[in-house]
Nanobody, 114 residues
Framework: QVQLQESGPGLVKPSQTLSLTCTVS??????????WSWIRQPPGKGLEWIGY???????YYSPSLKSRTSISRDTSKNQFTLQLSSVTPEDTAVYYC??????WGQGTQVTVPS
């Protein structure tokens, strides 16, 4: 059973870059046909998909966040990382990582103060 765990700072200052890491256990991020996503949920709102990095290393981002988003991976550590630049208070959310949108981490709260 694949397990995912998000980690990173819970507080990010406005205009800075948010950086979160998802550590995967029980399976390899390079296994064929797996897609590793980042998703967030702002307070009182629905889920918003941010982007994914595929088993091949290719990436795809939500058009609305593409200009500020980068997802990368470290295969030696079996981790993938989200970077979201120029954050504002609107980026305050619980951030999740997921495999194929089926296996999810527990989520991590990130707050950008106003």
């Amino acid at each position: 059973q694949v397990q995912l765990q998000e980690s990173g700072p819970g507080l990010v200052k406005p205009s800075q870059t948010l950086s979160l890491t998802c550590t995967v256990s029980g399976g390899s991020i390079t296994t064929n046909y797996y897609y590793w996503s980042w998703i967030r949920q702002p307070p009182g709102k629905g889920l918003e998909w941010i982007g994914y990095i595929a088993y091949s290393g290719s990436t795809y981002y939500s058009p609305s966040l593409k200009s500020r988003t980068s997802i990368s991976r470290d295969t030696s550590k079996n981790q993938f990382t989200l970077q979201l630049s120029s954050v504002t208070p609107e980026d305050t959310a619980v951030y999740y990582c997921a495999k194929d949108m089926k296996n999810w981490g527990q989520g991590t709260q990130v707050t950008v103060p106003s």
